[in-house]
């Protein structure tokens, strides 16, 4: 069974800094894109960033140049390194990823991990 572990959200002061952590788990063969999205109350959810197997990045607008994501495939890991933090920050932040499982269809399945909060506040 495969599945995504977020880690590393907590209460954070405006202007820190937060790095997230996300490690699949399971019987993996290859893990695809890995992004990071988030929710905030009354809110839809947003990709915040996402990267490729080979490290090409994506960022939303409202986070470049803050927010650096970054993998570790051989730990099958993402992370978001979240510097200068606002208010407007404060979701829930939610791992994502492509997987294809080992010995299963060769095709990619979408996971989701349950989600870290992320509170910045004063």
């Known amino acids: 069974q495969v599945q995504l572990v977020e880690s590393g959200g907590g209460l954070v002061q405006p202007g820190g800094s937060l790095r997230l952590s996300c490690v699949a788990s399971?019987?993996?063969?290859?893990?695809?894109?890995m992004a990071w999205y988030r929710q905030a109350p009354g809110k839809q959810r947003e990709l915040v960033a996402q990267?490729?197997?080979?490290?090409?990045?994506h960022y939303a607008d409202s986070v470049k140049g803050r927010f650096t994501i970054s993998r570790d495939n051989d730990k099958n890991a993402v992370y978001l390194q979240m510097n200068s933090l606002k208010s407007d920050d404060t979701a829930v932040y939610y791992c994502?990823?492509?997987?294809?499982?080992?010995?299963?269809?060769?095709?990619?399945?979408?996971?989701w991990g349950q989600g870290t909060q992320v509170t910045v506040s004063s």
């Open positions: 994502y990823s492509q997987i294809r499982p080992s010995g299963g269809r060769e095709v990619w399945f979408q996971y």
């Open positions: 990267i490729t197997t080979r490290g090409i990045t």
């Open positions: 399971g019987s993996i063969f290859s893990i695809n894109i």
